[in-house]
Every structure is written in C-alpha cells, then in structure tokens.
C-alpha cells in the first residue's frame, strides 16, 4: 500500500482511503444457510426471511465462528471469525500521506464499537510517532483479547493478506524448465 501511495501525488494520496480494520469475506455461497436451517420454505418467496431478523454464524472445526450475511438475492457470504488489522501499518501509511482510513465492522457487538473507535481516533491522534506505535499496540492487544463477536467469542486479531512471509525456497521442487535448463548448463 505504502508502494502505491509513494507513486501518487500529495493531492491524490491523501484522498486514499486505507482499510485497517475488516473481517475479510471467506467465501460466497448461493445456497441459503438461512433458509435451510431457520424456516420450512423451500426458496426466498416461502422461507419467511429469517435473514432480516436472525443473526446466523458457522462454527469451524476449531470452534470459531463466522459470521453469515444474506444478500437481496439470498446469496450467502461467511466472513473470516479473527478481523484483518492493519494497526502495525498505520504509522507507515501515516507516513506515506495517506489521509483517509476505514473501519469495517461485520460482527462486533453495538457496546465495543465506540472503544473499537476511539482507540484507533486515538491512534491517529498521537502527537509523536512513538506515540502513535504504543498507542498501535495497546489497542492491538485490546483487540486481539477483548474484541468479542456477536456471540461474545474473542477470535482475536490478525495481519490476514498484510502478513509479510518469508519465502521457503528450500522446500520448493525445481520446475521442470529449470531441470532442463541445469541439464543443458552442464
């Protein structure tokens, strides 16, 4: 993100809004968990459309829940149980010149939202950059242990698609191209 707001003008780059907090969608389905486990109906004009007034969540194999949203046209998405933070960024995107960032919120319960808030208000706030990495990491913290979903569960917090990996050359088999290319440079 860093990369893209480097290569814009000031003007535009602080017109750049940065997601910091989200649960990520998982995946979409046009099956209707709804409708198959919470009426008698057989489709959208017969199931009584308990997606409006339910709130539905699939529990994974190791016990975390994903929240379900219905769509108009009863398509199903299941987000992610643990929320992206972008939180340990945000002094780099500071930095950067970005000027606009976003708070998505899919799952948290109506009584978190303004802690949730201010704490990132207050990370934005900061006087100093050392500061603004403590506040980060306070409030990081509070959400990896305290942040509960809609059914009172903490799953924690992570980088999601953020996480800068290492790659593992090592356990990577050589393509065949390469083979033959090692073959001929014999």
């Keep these: ?23 990520l969608p998982i995946f979409h389905t046009e ?3 709804f409708a198959r486990f919470l009426s008698d109906g057989d489709d959208y004009r017969t199931c009584g459309r308990p997606c409006e007034t339910t709130t539905l969540h699939i ?22 149980a643990s929320s992206q933070t972008a939180l340990r960024y945000l002094q780099d995107f500071c930095n950067a ?3 606009v960032f976003r708070v998505e919120l899919v799952d948290q319960p109506a009584e978190v939202i303004p ?12 006087d100093t950059p050392s500061d603004r990495r403590q506040r980060s990491r306070d409030l990081h913290d509070w959400m990896n242990h ?23 050359r090592h356990a990577m088999r050589p393509t065949a191209s390469a083979l033959r290319k090692a073959e001929r440079d014999k």
């Design 146 to 168: 305290s942040l509960s979903d809609a059914n009172g569960r903490c799953h924690g917090v992570n980088e999601g698609s953020l996480e800068v990996k290492a790659e593992n």
């Design 115 to 126: 802690l949730l808030l201010e704490g990132v208000r207050g990370v934005l706030m900061a």
């Design 59 to 80: 529990r994974d194999s190791k016990g975390r829940d994903h929240r379900v949203e219905a769509d108009m046209g009863c398509r199903n998405t299941v987000f992610e």
């Design 1 to 23: 993100i860093t990369d893209v707001l480097d290569r814009l003008g000031a003007q535009s780059r602080s017109k750049v809004e940065v997601i910091i907090h989200s649960n």
């Design 31 to 33: 099956h209707c968990l």
């Design 97 to 99: 010149g970005a000027g």
